[in-house]
């Protein structure tokens, strides 16, 4: 069985309520709006069905909620209409689709611990949250009831990259052209959330937590030597902050918190050199399948498809193929997805 882990779709009441709160989305709602398969079941299962031996996690894509959410009771009205539709499509479609992440949103007032909690006593396999939070990072103390949640609970965070238009290339420009935003910004994004949580040390207080990055952690696996080697003189370079003595302060190299405390998945958009940098990047059993399903030129058809077609020809033992496509999945959430 190939298990999917990081696939998109709509709750179709929550969809029909985003074109009422949200209809003016632009840039990643254009292509939002144009992919049938994120919001129609129909066309959703006749993909899972194109493939043999394949299921599909679902998670909420974008916008994220706090983007177009009035209040943090919208946030809240919002995130639960979207775990809602999920418990009610998984529990009915389990055959497609035999898990889902939860949503939440860390602009709530509580910074989305009791809809994290509410998801996971509805199944959840783990919750998604998003690289910024309207452009403030992670690691900020007004979210740290979050992530002492999540150390908690011992459940899976899905992050996922963020990152618009009105965020320029250039501080002389007022917003990013050629959708650099998207083709670079995101890998970046992903990258500089996973630092954050390092060097403020919330992996060192947070010892519980497991996250699983999109796109084999952006940029993270063409970037070794600056993880590693680079960071090991991390304050060389700075002279206006003793950033020599934070490195010194935390549990280990830098280098094998990337390596060793977060996870990673295959979607990669269907490019072969980056699925086997991330495969040498990443330890095999820190590494999921992945596709991420439907953002894909075909409408959802090719991502699966030429993902599953890259794995297969990529050398991996029976055990670690296995460990990819699901047990890595099962082992992360706590959960037995695949029927014996």
Same mark, same amino acid.
């Given at each position: 069985?190939?298990? %999917?882990?990081?696939?998109?779709?709509?709750?179709?009441?929550?969809?029909?309520?985003?074109? =009422?709160?949200?209809?003016?989305?632009?840039?990643?709602?254009?292509?939002?709006?144009?992919?049938?398969?994120?919001? %129609?079941? %129909?066309?959703?299962?006749?993909?899972? *069905?194109?493939?043999?031996?394949?299921?599909?996690?679902?998670?909420?894509?974008?916008?994220?909620?706090?983007?177009?959410?009035?209040?943090?009771?919208?946030?809240?009205?919002?995130?639960?209409?979207?775990?809602?539709?999920? +418990?009610?499509?998984?529990?009915?479609?389990?055959?497609?689709?035999?898990?889902?992440?939860?949503?939440?949103?860390? +602009?709530?007032? &509580? !910074?989305?611990? +009791?809809?994290?909690?509410? +998801?996971?006593?509805?199944?959840?396999?783990?919750?998604?949250?998003?690289?910024?939070?309207?452009?403030?990072?992670? &690691?900020?103390?007004?979210?740290?009831?979050?992530? *002492?949640?999540?150390?908690?609970?011992?459940?899976?965070?899905?992050?996922?990259?963020?990152?618009? !238009? #009105?965020?320029?290339?250039?501080? $002389? =420009?007022?917003?990013?052209?050629?959708?650099?935003?998207?083709?670079?910004?995101?890998?970046?994004?992903?990258? $500089?959330?996973?630092?954050?949580?390092?060097?403020?040390?919330?992996?060192?207080?947070?010892?519980?937590?497991?996250?699983?990055?999109?796109?084999?952690?952006?940029?993270?696996?063409?970037? #070794?030597?600056?993880?590693?080697?680079?960071? *090991?003189?991390?304050?060389?370079?700075?002279?206006?902050?003793?950033?020599?003595?934070?490195?010194?302060?935390?549990?280990?190299?830098?280098?094998?918190?990337?390596?060793? %405390?977060?996870?990673?998945?295959?979607?990669?958009?269907?490019?072969?050199?980056?699925?086997?940098?991330?495969?040498?990047?990443?330890?095999?059993?820190?590494?999921?399948?992945?596709? *991420?399903?439907?953002?894909?030129?075909?409408?959802?058809?090719?991502?699966?498809?030429?993902?599953?077609?890259?794995?297969?020809?990529?050398?991996?033992?029976?055990?670690?193929? #296995?460990?990819?496509?699901?047990?890595?999945?099962?082992?992360?959430?706590?959960?037995?997805?695949?029927?014996?």
């Amino acid at each position: 069985m190939r298990i %999917d882990a990081y696939t998109h779709f709509f709750p179709k009441k929550f969809f029909d309520r985003l074109g =009422e709160v949200a209809s003016d989305y632009r840039d990643m709602g254009k292509r939002v709006r144009s992919l049938p398969a994120l919001y %129609d079941l %129909d066309v959703r299962k006749k993909i899972v *069905d194109g493939h043999r031996d394949y299921q599909q996690i679902l998670s909420y894509p974008q916008p994220p909620i706090e983007k177009f959410a009035r209040s943090p009771a919208h946030i809240d009205e919002f995130c639960r209409m979207i775990n809602d539709g999920f +418990a009610e499509l998984c529990e009915k479609e389990k055959d497609h689709f035999p898990g889902w992440v939860g949503h939440v949103s860390l +602009a709530a007032s &509580d !910074a989305g611990v +009791a809809e994290a909690q509410r +998801a996971v006593k509805q199944g959840a396999l783990g919750v998604q949250i998003y690289t910024n939070v309207n452009g403030k990072p992670l &690691d900020l103390p007004e979210f740290l009831p979050f992530w *002492d949640k999540m150390n908690e609970l011992r459940i899976p965070v899905w992050l996922h990259p963020a990152r618009g !238009a #009105e965020t320029p290339d250039y501080i $002389t =420009e007022q917003k990013s052209l050629y959708e650099i935003w998207w083709t670079f910004g995101w890998s970046y994004e992903t990258a $500089t959330a996973m630092m954050r949580l390092v060097y403020s040390k919330i992996m060192d207080t947070h010892p519980d937590l497991k996250i699983i990055t999109h796109h084999f952690g952006g940029i993270v696996p063409m970037l #070794e030597g600056r993880i590693g080697p680079g960071n *090991d003189v991390m304050g060389s370079r700075t002279s206006d902050t003793d950033y020599v003595s934070l490195r010194k302060g935390l549990k280990k190299r830098v280098l094998d918190y990337f390596k060793q %405390d977060f996870w990673a998945d295959t979607a990669v958009f269907t490019a072969e050199p980056a699925t086997r940098a991330g495969l040498e990047f990443f330890p095999r059993d820190k590494v999921v399948f992945a596709s *991420d399903c439907p953002f894909d030129p075909e409408g959802g058809t090719m991502y699966p498809r030429e993902t599953l077609r890259i794995l297969e020809k990529i050398e991996l033992s029976k055990e670690d193929r #296995e460990r990819i496509y699901y047990k890595n999945l099962e082992a992360v959430t706590g959960r037995t997805l695949v029927k014996s």
